[in-house]
């Protein structure tokens, strides 16, 4: 087991853990070299090759998936998608799903060797459903957490545009936290100072700036306008193309909706006629449901790991 000291990014396992009434696997940071240089980050939880890999939303990283992978209490690979968490930013700003697609390609052809259950949740879906598309023979089973390519981007996404067109840089963690909350982001105060720490780091001159690279372009990226495209700004991560590689998926579909979430009942009633055999579950829950419904997203995850393949 991976014990981490205070400060470390494992540090917060063990209460966690503790909370949930379960062990702590074992628990290790990887990374992959990529053909153009750049760096693949994840985590790995278990000492068994997985069989379930977890990507993260826009703006998030790994460790979002913290609760539902000691829940779920099996061989778990949950990776930072480019320009999140430890992952290289993309110069050419292109973090639309099937370009991130092609890294988590990579991820499974390296680190595993059997057909996954590929869950994603927002932008990580949009991306899973890219890759299940692409290689069908690396996906067992797709499970997209509160996202479909059509969802109202003058709702969620738009709240998160007018949250990013802040500072993106803060005196401390404390006032980067206080931001979020008033934002309605995160759960408890406890809750958003622990996803703080794991999006931000503080610079040579103290100051705290988020890591991620979605902070100095998702204005751009989450509910794009006209004229941010006829400026080259950032490639949107809602795109038609999405709808092409649900529609192309061979995988069982089934989408995850948060009540309280970005996708409507009838995003839902929409994908259902796009891909009849899909499935649509709604969980009472938040746009993050891997943060406000862990443990009945870790069931489904459990059961889809569990069920014949």
Do not use: C
Not at 31 to 54: H, K, M
Not at 86 to 101: F, G
Not at 136 to 159: F, H
Not at 278 to 302: F, K, Y
């Amino acid at each position: 087991m991976v014990v981490a000291t205070e400060t470390s990014e494992f540090s917060y396992l063990p209460h966690q853990a503790q909370a949930l009434n379960v062990p702590v696997p074992p628990v290790e940071r990887v990374a992959l070299r990529l053909a153009d240089g750049r760096e693949l980050s994840a985590l790995r939880f278990g000492d068994a090759l997985p069989v379930i890999t977890l990507l993260h939303g826009a703006g998030l990283n790994a460790h979002t998936w913290d609760t539902t992978a000691l829940l779920l209490q099996q061989p778990v690979l949950a990776i930072d998608l480019a320009g999140h968490g430890d992952s290289s930013w993309r110069t050419d700003l292109d973090y639309s799903p099937r370009t991130l697609a092609a890294d988590v390609i990579d991820a499974l052809e390296t680190w595993s060797v059997e057909p996954q259950i590929l869950v994603g949740h927002s932008l990580g879906g949009l991306t899973a459903a890219a890759v299940a598309s692409a290689r069908p023979d690396l996906v067992r089973e797709l499970i997209t957490v509160d996202i479909t390519p059509g969802i109202d981007t003058s709702a969620g996404p738009a709240a998160l545009r007018q949250f990013y067109e802040g500072p993106t840089d803060f005196a401390s963690r404390d006032e980067l936290v206080d931001r979020a909350m008033s934002f309605g982001l995160g759960g408890s105060r406890a809750d958003t100072e622990r996803g703080v720490f794991f999006n931000s780091r503080i610079r040579a001159d103290g100051r705290v700036e988020w890591k991620h690279h979605f902070a100095h372009l998702a204005a751009q990226v989450f509910a794009p306008t006209a004229d941010d495209a006829e400026r080259g700004m950032p490639t949107p991560i809602l795109h038609s193309t999405g709808w092409d590689d649900l529609a192309q998926t061979e995988a069982p579909i089934t989408l995850v909706r948060a009540v309280s979430g970005f996708v409507s009942e009838a995003d839902g009633d929409e994908l259902l006629r796009r891909v009849p055999t899909a499935r649509v579950i709604a969980m009472d829950a938040s746009h993050n449901v891997q943060e406000t419904a862990p443990g009945e997203l870790a069931d489904l995850i459990r059961a889809a790991a569990h069920s014949p393949a």
